[in-house]
Every structure is written in structure tokens, then in C-alpha cells.
């Protein structure tokens, strides 16, 4: 299976798709300047305590206040608290954890107004990132992921991954771990650490206890609340989790990121270093690898897959409902029950690709067609849990119901992927009148003149949909060679597959977009009498 990893930089947000033989599986969107993300530490200040819930409410910057339920206080909360009194009352110096003398550990049917206070200040992890109504869930069991093992102050464990199989192997990082690992900490080793060198493992303990350090003498300086610690590049932590020495490329488009995955790939697995390529051409990095396509046909409430069966997928907060239907299925056979069991098996296939594409989490109900016999039943359920067993997200499956149901739990951290794959008509911001559209390409060329006369922008990138883009640069004399004769050479125009028909954006030579809809509207009266009708618009809505 060729597996690749196809990575869009722009300046709001990182999309990171995972092909599997050229077949979108995994897709993730992580904002540049994004708050409130899953392991940043804040240092947060109780606000209340809610007994009824065993849980309390904490102020860490955020709209809504956080959660802390006693069951993620930790067994050691009591050494953690007393050790953040100790760093907080002398704030010149880092307490080492290695001389502190460990407190007994709390009791796990304890309640949280037995350990702790309003007003307290405490040092949190992000568990869960604020989702719909909700703010983040916390946790203070503090953890520093790396790429061969979880550093977690305040204990004394080794564990090692349950997938490295070999029991020498698992015996020698657990030796290995415990001659290199500092008083005061557990760690979890990970299944990349598996046949890796002492050198490599000890690097990556130092770094992680540096940055643990480093976190207690921020807080130190620091006033609630505020945000004490965060990942260097969210792009290089979210390959950190989804790289695989299986992956035969790394695409990436932009210079910078390309520098910081090529680097830290070249650190983790130095034989795969040049499977990281940076990507340089004008077509869209995602139009050029068919993503845009992809996820245009499979975001949408009804998702096709083979021989015309579908499945339909309806949401709410924490509960996903997913019906099968065999549609005007073009190889059906004669027996209806041997029919059923192969749309079951494929919409299996399929089910499976959207909980990770989506990253959906919560409960999914999934309503199979109906089959007669035991045996089709136990035969989809195991094909259920074999096409799921690579999901990274936890997960449990149960056994089809009496009525047909399956029913499965998903590991939900982040909010599911929503992606709108309908489109809103540019021109008329679905009021339902719409300019002719064969007008379309004189505003163009409008806007084109206003940028090279007007705003003396000579290099420029306008994209627009391919089908206007195959009508603009169609036949010898072409309405691009037109416009390049009259404006100069210095400007593109090229296809974007993820715009809709009568819609255009503009980008300089920095890759900074141009907003021409708020710059040109203000140089001709017309344009001027429709933004006024635009802002009637919106305050009447």
C-alpha cells in the first residue's frame, strides 16, 4: 500500500491530508494561531467547586470556564499541589522533583472539595479541546509527549507499549528507560522506541525534562491565567503522531514548514529524509494530488461507494446516526441475503474511512440492511473490527442487535471535522438573483486593470474555477493572452477547484491575499450602491 502525506500550509490554517494509495483516509486542519489546543498547559485559578458533579469549574482565559472532574486530579495530586505551594512561595528557584519527598496518594472514590479550594492556583493540561457549548476539559496529570516516549512528573512507573510484541525487546527498553530516567518520573515508552539506541532515547528524556522545568519557571512569572506551554509547531506534533516509516512521500508548500518536517523527520528516522519534498508548483497543492475532489464527495450528508449503494450520515453533539442503503445497486445478486451481506461489508469499508476522515467521536449507530443468518452477522462484525483495527482513536464495537444495529464508541478530543461541501453563490450571497454570468470574465478583467493601473500591483495570482479558467485561456486568442498583452506578463491565472463557479481570489507575490471585493468596490459608483446594498443586507438579517 503506497501511503503519502500531503501537507497544505496558508496563513490561517494547516490542512494535512493521508492518502492510501492515492485515496483520501485521514484529514486534519489544525489553525496557526490556534488557543486552547489539546496538551498546553495553563495556569488556571478555581473558581468554583461543584459537588454534585465532583468536579470543579476553572478560569483559564477561556469564554466558558474549564472543567476538572476529581477522577482527573491524578493519584498523586497531593505531591502535585505541595509542590506548586513550594514553587510558588520562592519564586527565585525550580524545586527539583528528585528531592521532594512524595505525598500519600488520594483516594479514587475521594470528593474534590477534600483537595481542593476555590481560589486555588494549579498548573493544567488541556484533555480536551472546548467543543460546541462546552469549554476545554482538564486534567492535572501532566504529561510531555515525544516521539518515543510520554514523560509524567510526580510518579515512578516504566510502561511499555503493548504493541512491541517481543518480550527481550520490552524488557530492554524497560532497563534501558530506568537507567536513564530522572527520580520523581514516569514514562511511558511508545512503540517507535522499539529497537531504537540509548543516545536517541536519552536525548529525548533530557529534552522533555527541560521542558518541564522550563514550564514551572514560567509559571513562576506568570499571573492567572495564562498559558505556560505549548508545542513548538503544531504541523511537526501532528506528524509527529501520524508518521509512519511506511510513508513514501511528504509533500509539503510552503519553505518553512518543509524545513521543520524535513528536520525532524531527519531526527526521528534519518533513512527517510528525503521522502519530505517540498512542493513548488502554481496549481494548488491539494488540486494537484485530486484532495479538493475528494473531500468535496465525501463530506456531504450522502456518501457513494461501490455499485451505486450509499450510506447516509446525520449528526448531533455526541451522537452520530449512519443509514445503509443499497440504492439502485447495478451488481445485485439473486440471492437477497448474499446482496445484504456484500453492501454490509463494503459500507463497513466505507463507515470506517469516514470515523477517521471526519474524526468523529461519541456514539455512531450505524443501521445496516437486514440479514437472516447468524453467520452474515458475525461475519460483518468481524470485518467491522478488522477495517478499524488501524484507527488510532480508541474505540469498542458491538455485535449487530437484534434490529440490525451496530454500535460503536469512539475516543472523541477534538471537535469533528465539518466540512460544507455545497457552495453559496458569490454573486448573489444566496438571494437567488445572480449577475450573467457571461459578464463574469468583463469583471474580471475589471479588477485585473484596477490592480496593475490603480494599485501598481504588477505580480499577482488570480484564481478562479477551472471551468472559467478553460473559458478564459481557450483557443490561440485567448482572453488570457489578451489581458497579458494589455496589463503585462507579471500576473497568473490558474484553476482552484475548491472555488466556486463565479468566484475569484487574488494573491501577490508574498502569497498575501488581495481583498478586491472591499478595494475596487470603492473606485466606481455601482459597486459602491452594492456594497450599500450588501450592508442593508446583513442588518436586516
Same mark, same amino acid.
Request: aromatic share 8%.
Given at each position: 500500500?503506497?501511503?503519502?502525506?500531503?501537507?497544505?500550509?496558508?496563513?490561517?490554517?494547516?490542512?494535512?491530508?493521508?492518502?492510501?494509495?492515492?485515496?483520501?483516509?485521514?484529514?486534519?486542519?489544525?489553525?496557526?494561531?490556534?488557543?486552547?489546543? %489539546?496538551?498546553?498547559?495553563?495556569? !488556571?485559578?478555581? +473558581? #468554583?467547586?461543584?459537588p454534585?458533579? $465532583?468536579?470543579?469549574?476553572?478560569? &483559564?482565559?477561556?469564554?466558558?470556564?474549564?472543567?476538572?472532574?476529581?477522577?482527573?486530579?491524578?493519584?498523586?495530586?497531593?505531591?502535585?499541589?505541595?509542590?506548586?505551594?513550594?514553587?510558588?512561595?520562592?519564586?527565585?528557584?525550580?524545586?527539583?522533583?528528585?528531592?521532594?519527598?512524595?505525598?500519600?496518594?488520594?483516594?479514587?472514590?475521594?470528593?474534590?472539595?477534600?483537595?481542593?479550594?476555590?481560589?486555588?492556583?494549579?498548573?493544567?493540561?488541556?484533555?480536551?479541546?472546548?467543543?460546541?457549548?462546552?469549554g476545554?476539559?482538564?486534567?492535572?496529570?501532566?504529561?510531555?509527549?515525544?516521539?518515543?516516549?510520554?514523560?509524567?512528573p510526580?510518579?515512578?512507573?516504566?510502561?511499555?507499549?503493548?504493541?512491541?510484541?517481543?518480550?527481550?525487546?520490552?524488557?530492554?527498553?524497560?532497563?534501558?528507560?530506568?537507567?536513564?530516567?530522572?527520580?520523581?518520573?514516569? %514514562?511511558?515508552?511508545?512503540?517507535? !522506541?522499539?529497537? +531504537? #539506541?540509548?543516545?536517541?532515547?536519552? $536525548?529525548?528524556?533530557?529534552?522533555? &525534562?527541560?521542558?518541564?522545568?522550563?514550564?514551572?519557571?514560567?509559571?513562576?512569572?506568570?499571573?492567572?491565567?495564562?498559558?505556560?506551554?505549548?508545542?513548538?509547531?503544531?504541523?511537526?506534533?501532528?506528524?509527529?503522531?501520524?508518521?509512519?516509516?511506511?510513508?513514501?512521500?511528504?509533500?509539503?508548500?510552503?519553505?518553512?514548514?518543509?524545513?521543520?518536517?524535513?528536520n525532524?523527520?531527519?531526527?526521528?528516522?534519518?533513512?527517510?529524509?528525503?521522502?519530505?519534498?517540498?512542493?513548488?508548483?502554481?496549481?494548488?497543492?491539494?488540486?494537484?494530488?485530486?484532495?479538493?475532489?475528494?473531500?468535496?464527495?465525501?463530506f456531504?450528508?450522502?456518501?457513494?461507494?461501490?455499485s451505486?449503494?450509499?450510506?447516509?450520515?446525520?449528526?448531533?453533539?455526541?451522537?452520530?446516526?449512519?443509514?445503509?442503503?443499497?440504492?439502485?445497486?447495478?451488481?445485485?445478486?439473486?440471492?437477497?441475503?448474499?446482496?445484504?451481506?456484500?453492501?454490509?461489508?463494503?459500507?463497513?469499508?466505507?463507515?470506517?474511512?469516514?470515523?477517521?476522515?471526519?474524526?468523529?467521536?461519541?456514539?455512531?449507530?450505524?443501521?445496516?440492511?437486514?440479514?437472516?443468518?447468524?453467520?452474515h452477522?458475525?461475519?460483518?462484525?468481524?470485518?467491522?473490527?478488522?477495517?478499524?483495527?488501524?484507527d488510532?482513536?480508541?474505540?469498542?464495537?458491538?455485535?449487530?442487535?437484534?434490529f440490525?444495529?451496530?454500535?460503536?464508541?469512539?475516543?472523541?478530543?477534538?471537535?469533528?471535522?465539518?466540512?460544507?461541501?455545497s457552495?453559496?453563490?458569490?454573486?448573489?450571497?444566496?438571494?437567488?438573483?445572480v449577475?450573467?454570468?457571461?459578464?463574469?470574465?468583463?469583471?474580471?478583467?475589471?479588477?485585473?486593470?484596477?490592480?496593475?493601473?490603480?494599485?501598481?500591483?504588477?505580480?499577482?495570482?488570480?484564481?478562479?474555477?477551472?471551468?472559467?479558467?478553460?473559458?478564459?485561456?481557450?483557443?490561440?486568442f485567448?482572453?488570457?493572452?489578451?489581458?497579458?498583452?494589455?496589463?503585462?506578463?507579471?500576473?497568473?491565472?490558474?484553476?482552484?477547484?475548491?472555488?466556486?463557479?463565479?468566484?475569484?481570489?487574488?494573491?501577490?507575490?508574498?502569497?498575501?491575499?488581495?481583498?478586491?471585493?472591499?478595494?475596487?468596490?470603492?473606485?466606481?459608483?455601482?459597486?459602491?450602491?452594492?456594497?450599500?446594498?450588501?450592508?442593508?443586507?446583513?442588518?436586516?438579517?
Open positions: 500500500m503506497k501511503s503519502e502525506l500531503i501537507v497544505d500550509v496558508n496563513h490561517e490554517e494547516v490542512s494535512i491530508a493521508l492518502l492510501e494509495d492515492s485515496r483520501l483516509v485521514s484529514l486534519q486542519k489544525e489553525s496557526r494561531n490556534i488557543a486552547y489546543a %489539546v496538551g498546553d498547559l495553563y495556569m !488556571a485559578k478555581v +473558581k #468554583k467547586i461543584m454534585g458533579l $465532583n468536579a470543579a469549574f476553572l478560569d &483559564v482565559g477561556y469564554d466558558k470556564d474549564a472543567f476538572l472532574h476529581y477522577l482527573d486530579l491524578g493519584p498523586q495530586f497531593s505531591t502535585y499541589s505541595k509542590f506548586l505551594e513550594e514553587a510558588m512561595a520562592d519564586k527565585k528557584k525550580v524545586p527539583a522533583i528528585s528531592r521532594f519527598k512524595p505525598e500519600p496518594d488520594i483516594p479514587k472514590q475521594g470528593t474534590i472539595q477534600d483537595v481542593v479550594k476555590p481560589g486555588q492556583v494549579l498548573l493544567v493540561q488541556i484533555a480536551k479541546e472546548p467543543i460546541s457549548s462546552k476545554p476539559r482538564l486534567t492535572t496529570e501532566i504529561s510531555f509527549t515525544g516521539r518515543y516516549m510520554v514523560l509524567m510526580f510518579g515512578n512507573k516504566i510502561s511499555v507499549s503493548q504493541k512491541i510484541k517481543s518480550t527481550e525487546e520490552k524488557i530492554r527498553l524497560r532497563q534501558l528507560v530506568g537507567s536513564i530516567k530522572p527520580k520523581g518520573f514516569s %514514562v511511558i515508552v511508545r512503540t517507535s !522506541a522499539e529497537n +531504537k #539506541k540509548v543516545a536517541e532515547l536519552n $536525548n529525548e528524556m533530557r529534552t522533555l &525534562v527541560k521542558c518541564w522545568e522550563d514550564s514551572i519557571a514560567k509559571m513562576q512569572r506568570s499571573q492567572t491565567p495564562s498559558l505556560i506551554y505549548e508545542e513548538d509547531s503544531r504541523t511537526v506534533s501532528v506528524i509527529r503522531d501520524m508518521f509512519s516509516p511506511n510513508f513514501e512521500n511528504i509533500y509539503v508548500n510552503e519553505s518553512e514548514t518543509f524545513t521543520q518536517i524535513q525532524y523527520v531527519a531526527l526521528i528516522a534519518p533513512e527517510n529524509k528525503d521522502i519530505v519534498k517540498l512542493y513548488a508548483k502554481d496549481t494548488p497543492i491539494f488540486d494537484n494530488f485530486n484532495i479538493t475532489r475528494q473531500i468535496k464527495s465525501s456531504g450528508k450522502t456518501v457513494s461507494f461501490r451505486g449503494a450509499y450510506i447516509i450520515i446525520e449528526s448531533t453533539e455526541a451522537l452520530h446516526v449512519i443509514d445503509v442503503n443499497s440504492g439502485n445497486r447495478s451488481k445485485a445478486s439473486q440471492d437477497q441475503e448474499s446482496n445484504a451481506l456484500d453492501v454490509n461489508l463494503r459500507a463497513a469499508d466505507e463507515i470506517a474511512r469516514q470515523l477517521r476522515l471526519r474524526d468523529m467521536g461519541g456514539i455512531i449507530v450505524v443501521d445496516f440492511i437486514d440479514m437472516n443468518k447468524a453467520e452477522r458475525q461475519t460483518l462484525y468481524d470485518h467491522m473490527r478488522e477495517v478499524m483495527a488501524n488510532r482513536a480508541r474505540h469498542n464495537i458491538l455485535p449487530l442487535s437484534k440490525g444495529l451496530m454500535q460503536i464508541t469512539r475516543q472523541r478530543v477534538r471537535p469533528a471535522l465539518d466540512i460544507t461541501t457552495e453559496q453563490c458569490p454573486s448573489c450571497f444566496g438571494k437567488g438573483e449577475q450573467a454570468s457571461i459578464l463574469f470574465t468583463d469583471k474580471l478583467e475589471e479588477k485585473i486593470e484596477y490592480l496593475v493601473e490603480h494599485l501598481k500591483v504588477k505580480k499577482f495570482t488570480m484564481y478562479i474555477h477551472p471551468f472559467v479558467e478553460a473559458y478564459v485561456k481557450k483557443g490561440v485567448s482572453l488570457f493572452g489578451k489581458w497579458r498583452r494589455r496589463f503585462g506578463r507579471g500576473f497568473k491565472v490558474i484553476a482552484d477547484e475548491s472555488l466556486a463557479y463565479l468566484e475569484y481570489k487574488v494573491f501577490d507575490d508574498t502569497n498575501k491575499e488581495i481583498d478586491l471585493k472591499e478595494e475596487s468596490d470603492i473606485s466606481s459608483s455601482q459597486s459602491k450602491n452594492r456594497v450599500k446594498v450588501k450592508n442593508r443586507d446583513k442588518e436586516e438579517n
